[in-house]
């Protein structure tokens, strides 16, 4: 269901596509195991005014909901008990969000962490390089943690990851990556990143030395 989603979707980035596989993509109201309100790629969303903000539309009309629409939804959803399915609050919801909209919020937001991230990490702050020079695939890693710890939280609190990241220890930036609050899967997605950047490096030194090694021969 979500690759025939994406599909649609022809511009969805390596970015797009693992944030839609571990945090899917539900397009009602929900609330997660923390009781917050939340719908599309995981957007939480923090207030009535902010829900009635979103593009949504009727279930049985499929026009744009009324303001009211989405007031009444965001009251009755935020009375439910926490911690359920996303699935189990559907039978409570009368609205949905159309993928579309989905996709262009989660491409807003993953554009907003990347600005951020790039203010965090760059030579000015203590590492080696900019996050845009960054491997790909460490700079998917961060993301993906920064979508789901958020940035500030990122940045203050995991210092053993940090201290490895500048000094571009990827091996150890892995095995200093894993959250308690997401499933193993993803935990182990992340640190595959980290590895395959390990990994890289690892090529590319051998390549340089081999390289210095015939030059120093000629």
Known sequence: MLKRLLSKHRTSSPAVKHICHFEGVIDHLYLDTRGNPTIGAGFHVASQDAFTRLSLRDKRTNKPASRAQKQQEYDTLKRLPAGKTARWYAQHCTLHLPHSESMRLLEQQLSTFEQELTRLFNPKNGYT?????????????????????????????????LAALKREDWRLAADECARKHVSKARNQATRQLFIQAASNDNLIARLFRRLWSKLCRS
């Open 129 to 161: 390089r900019s996050y845009q020079q960054l491997p790909d695939s460490v700079r998917l890693a961060l993301l993906d943690l920064a979508y789901n710890l958020g940035t500030p939280n990122l940045s203050s609190r995991w210092p053993k990851l």
